[in-house]
């Protein structure tokens, strides 16, 4: 039988998380991926091409729950 009640949850970016904030990746982003930024970690995604796991990043855009970085100079 079918169940009536939903129990997931949405994945809505942290509200701390600003543009020009610096982070880490912590998987490959080809081109969405895994970042830690301080204490939190979040789904990214890359406004180039691939970045790889370890690479310092910057977040430029967060755009309808959707946070764009790209590898910090």
Do not use: C, H, W, Y
Not at 6 to 17: A, G, R, Y
Not at 42 to 48: L, R
Not at 55 to 65: D, S
């Amino acid at each position: 039988m079918l169940e009536t009640e939903i129990d997931s949850k949405v994945n809505i970016p942290d509200l701390n998380l600003t543009v020009g904030m610096e982070g880490k990746t912590i998987s490959r982003l080809a081109p969405a991926g895994k970042a830690i930024f301080e204490t939190v970690t979040e789904e990214v995604f890359s406004q180039q091409d691939f970045i790889d796991e370890n690479q310092q990043i910057i977040i430029t855009k967060i755009e309808n729950n959707k946070i764009i970085v790209k590898l910090r100079q």
